[in-house]
């Protein structure tokens, strides 16, 4: 009986050789595989949150320079924070932050380019720094930029906007009609609670146009 189970034993031993022998190798791989996608899962977890802390600090280096006033330390944070973390949340509300500093303090092309690089970089703020950009831009008379910057613009939510700085530029290129058809479409995209829709009803007064009097128009070929 023994030698009947050492026989078995024997055979099965054999099998699970001539089986390692044939997988082992492949085996060995997958879990390999397995373990270091574990691995740098883990791994990309504690970076993110490494990184985000990081920024963080020199967010709040920044947030402190801003309300002293200090536009070089904050400008040196900036840098910072773009150079350093670039992908982050903090680095894109350190760009806006920035800006409107560079703005305060008459750097305006300075404040272009930080608009510009959360434009391209920003990821959930681009489109408010296009329209902060925007403003700028038209500012600085440059209209057809502006209005290049304003093509960019996609997400529903701004529509308004985007037609009352479009008709902003129609005014000042005194294209009357134009900037009507434009003003028609923010008022009656905002929200009438706003105190913003204000400036738009005056606006449009002062073409002759007031709200009452118009309906959203299809849009006019300039």
């Known amino acids: 009986m023994a030698s009947h189970l050492d026989l078995e034993?024997?055979?099965?031993?054999?099998?699970?050789?001539?089986?390692?022998?044939?997988?082992?190798?492949?085996i060995t791989w997958v879990l390999t595989l397995v373990l270091l996608a574990f691995a740098?899962?883990?791994?990309?977890?504690?970076?993110?949150?490494?990184q985000a802390v990081k920024a963080t600090a020199l967010y709040d280096a920044l947030e402190a320079a801003e309300k002293a006033g200090d536009a070089d330390k904050a400008n040196r944070a900036f840098a910072d924070l773009k150079d350093r973390y670039p992908r982050t949340t903090y680095a894109a509300l350190g760009a806006l932050l920035a800006a409107k500093m560079q703005f305060d303090k008459g750097q305006t092309d300075n404040a272009q380019a930080t608009l510009a690089w959360v434009a391209e970089n920003g990821v959930?703020?681009?489109?408010?720094?296009?329209?902060?950009?925007?403003?700028?831009?038209?500012?600085?008379k440059q209209y057809d930029a502006a209005a290049k910057t304003l093509d960019g613009i996609t997400a529903p939510d701004y529509?308004?906007?985007?037609?009352?700085?479009?008709?902003?530029?129609?005014?000042?290129?005194?294209?009357?009609?134009?900037?009507k058809a434009e003003y028609a479409k923010a008022y009656a995209g905002l929200d009438k609670q706003l105190e913003y829709i204000k400036l738009?009803?005056?606006?449009?007064?002062?073409?002759?146009?007031?709200?009452?009097?118009?309906?959203?128009?299809?849009?006019?070929?300039?």
């Open 9 to 26: 034993e024997q055979e099965q031993l054999d099998q699970l050789k001539a089986f390692w022998k044939q997988y082992g190798n492949l």
């Open 40 to 50: 740098g899962w883990t791994g990309w977890g504690w970076w993110q949150r490494e």
């Open 124 to 140: 959930e703020y681009r489109e408010l720094a296009k329209l902060r950009l925007s403003g700028l831009q038209i500012d600085a």
């Open 159 to 179: 529509a308004a906007l985007v037609a009352d700085r479009r008709g902003d530029i129609a005014v000042l290129q005194n294209k009357p009609e134009v900037a």
């Open 200 to 222: 738009v009803d005056a606006k449009m007064s002062a073409l002759g146009t007031p709200p009452a009097e118009v309906k959203p128009k299809a849009e006019v070929k300039q």
